[in-house]
């Protein structure tokens, strides 16, 4: 099930065994939260925690042993274990038996962040598993979220600002979620956000500066990229930092305009962010093919001349500057 249901799932009760995985880790920390809120009474004393890691051949029977546990003075106890990526013949020798039969007073709770063995055991197809989706969300559960969560502490805050607050945080929960509990302090119960209010408190992604780099001299302003890149500096990027970072900006811009895949897809292949790759997509189709090739190599050939010495960093980046802006003519520095 996808993350959005799993609050309305357990009001109904808890599942014997949880497989939380994918890459927002926000919704495996809430999902973890909402179980302990839910079921457990003297959380310190009804919880156990494993390294997958740790538990390989028969050491897998302490992780069932601590499952067949009860619980003290609680509903339930929780026995969590991160990355469980058993072989297929650890989990029939070791754990089988008792996802076919669990503890009915036990949450056994798989939390997964690495990517497992492509020939081990698929826990989401094992007995009595529910598998919970813990990948991105899209915009429309993200902007729902944010809208929810300020409406409830009696906030307003309009659309425009919500979309404004997840280009910031490119789609990430964990970013959306701790840069709303500062907006919420920021305007008090029964204030109201403003873009200004989001522009002056939250954190905006090196990443998504380099969009607004880029956005900006895609639209011939000068002044708009280097207010940008001077900011970057100014929070300690040095001048190898920024061109590297337009390099591989343009690089990806590239290859998300040939891949020719959704959005969700692109991202799954090339480990983006999927608002990340939407805002390259964006850009790529105003920038065309030809020149983001042409600048791609044109930055590529200043960075791999830092590194042979034949400019300085601020050199190459007078120089990119200048070739990005006026086609070419650099000036003397280097």
């Avoid at 249901?5 to 009760?13: H, P, R, Y």
């Avoid at 840069?179 to 002056?200: F, H, M, N, P, Q």
């Avoid at 939250?202 to 639209?219: C, F, H, S």
Wanted: glycine share 8%; proline share 2%; charged share 30%.
């Amino acid at each position: 099930m996808k993350f959005v249901l799993f609050k309305n799932s357990i009001e109904a009760g808890a599942a014997p065994i949880y497989l939380f995985d994918g890459e927002e880790e926000y919704f495996k920390r809430r999902g973890e939260e909402m179980l302990r809120e839910r079921f457990l009474s003297e959380s310190a004393l009804n919880s156990t925690a494993f390294d997958g890691a740790e538990l390989k051949g028969d050491r897998l029977t302490s992780l069932v042993a601590a499952a067949q546990c009860f619980p003290f003075c609680s509903e339930k106890r929780i026995v969590k274990v991160a990355d469980l990526f058993p072989s297929e013949r650890e989990f029939d020798t070791y754990l089988k038996p008792y996802f076919e039969h669990p503890c009915a007073s036990t949450i056994l709770l798989i939390v997964n962040n690495k990517g497992g063995k492509a020939k081990g055991a698929d826990l989401k197809k094992a007995p009595n598993v529910t598998y919970v989706d813990c990948s991105r969300a899209d915009e429309e559960t993200v902007l729902r979220w944010i809208f929810t969560r300020m409406r409830r502490e009696g906030v307003a805050c309009d659309m425009e600002c919500c979309e404004r607050i997840m280009r910031y945080c490119l789609g990430s929960m964990s970013r959306i979620a701790a840069e709303t509990e500062k907006l919420l302090a920021y305007a008090g119960k029964g204030g109201t956000i403003t873009a200004a209010d989001v522009d002056a408190v939250v954190y905006r992604d090196a990443e998504y500066k380099i969009y607004e780099m880029t956005d900006a001299l895609g639209r011939g302003n000068f002044t708009g990229y280097m207010s940008v890149m001077n900011e970057l500096m100014g929070k300690g990027m040095d001048e190898a930092g920024v061109l590297n970072s337009l390099c591989n900006f343009f690089r990806t811009m590239y290859a998300v305009a040939v891949l020719k895949r959704t959005d969700a897809d692109a991202a799954k292949v090339l480990g983006m962010k999927e608002y990340a790759v939407k805002m390259s997509r964006r850009q790529a189709n105003a920038w065309g093919k030809e020149r983001i090739v042409r600048t791609y190599f044109f930055i590529l050939g200043a960075v791999n001349e830092i590194k042979s010495g034949k400019r300085t960093p601020q050199g190459a980046l007078a120089v990119v500057n200048a070739e990005l802006f006026f086609g070419g003519q650099e000036n003397n520095a280097g």
